[in-house]
């Protein structure tokens, strides 16, 4: 089955609204004339969410970096799924492993968020990920598995064929390292292989996985090349226009 490439920018904490509209500026009139097969999208801080809405241009998908999964209430310093449909925004990145690792997210959260996102017909792009101990250890597998198995708990298989999961071995995140393009092909693999497991092949076949971790402009083609890679998420190479656009092959 063919699955169209998605590549989205992970901004983190960077870049301010005046950064924001540079970075748009610039970008729009890079990308004039070019043909661009694959789906790409920015996930920025909360702040940045309405100036991509504002000078949104053709296709760009908008993604926040995380929401509650509750639909209101007292939850102080919390922004719900239905705040961000009200600015455009369609996809969620959820468990990234800077929220998992500094903000204590939660495997349980986790599969709530994925809940009341799909029920808000929304996109998560699902982060999993083994840390470098873990990698040492051999255990990229069971961690994987066990992250996946309970943040799908009580998905239906409809909207897994929606869902977006990014691979990002912690320890190539920011780092400069990167998994070899067969090292992830095989761990994507594994990951499509135990959907087809817990849901079924067609399911499997659907969902697409991104590889994360240092992808650059020089390296990602080696990861599209794979057939189990359906695109990248990317924290630093996106933050320039030029080199964001290096990323959409
Ligand atoms: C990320 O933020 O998810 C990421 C993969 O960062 P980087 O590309 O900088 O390693």
Redesign the pocket.
């Known amino acids: 089955m063919s699955r169209k490439h998605i590549i989205i920018g ?1 901004w ?1 904490m960077y870049k301010n609204m005046e950064d924001t509209k540079i970075f748009l500026n610039q970008f729009s009139k890079l990308i004039k004339g070019k043909v661009i097969k694959c789906d790409y999208g920015i996930a920025a801080s909360y702040t940045n969410l309405p100036v991509l809405k504002l000078n949104q241009f053709h296709n760009l998908i908008i993604a926040a970096q995380n929401c509650h999964y509750e639909p209101e209430g007292a939850f102080t310093g919390e922004v719900s799924i239905k705040m961000l449909k009200d600015i455009n925004v369609s996809h969620v ?1 959820i468990g ?3 929220r998992r690792m500094y903000f204590t997210e939660t495997n349980e959260a986790i599969n709530k968020k994925l809940h009341a996102l799909f029920n808000a017909n929304m996109i998560p792009v699902l ?1 999993c990920g083994e840390s470098d101990s873990e990698y040492e250890a051999k255990k990229t597998n069971d961690i994987i598995k066990n992250q996946i198995l309970l943040a799908l708990a009580g998905i239906k298989s409809q909207h897994v064929t929606k869902l977006i999961i ?1 691979y ?1 071995p912690i320890w ?5 390292k ?1 998994a070899s393009a067969v090292e992830a092909q095989t761990v994507c693999k594994m990951i499509r292989d135990y959907i087809t497991e817990l849901y079924d092949e067609n399911t499997a076949q659907k969902v697409r996985i991104q590889y ?5 402009p020089e390296n990602i083609k080696s990861f599209l090349e794979q057939p189990d890679i359906d695109g ?7 933050l320039q226009a030029e080199s964001f656009l290096g990323l959409l092959v």
């Not at 994360?212 to 650059?216: A, C, D, E, Q, R």
């Open positions: 992970n983190k990145v990234h492993s800077e982060c990014a990002e190539a995140i920011g780092t400069g990167t994360g971790g240092s992808v650059k990248a998420l990317v924290g630093g190479a996106s």
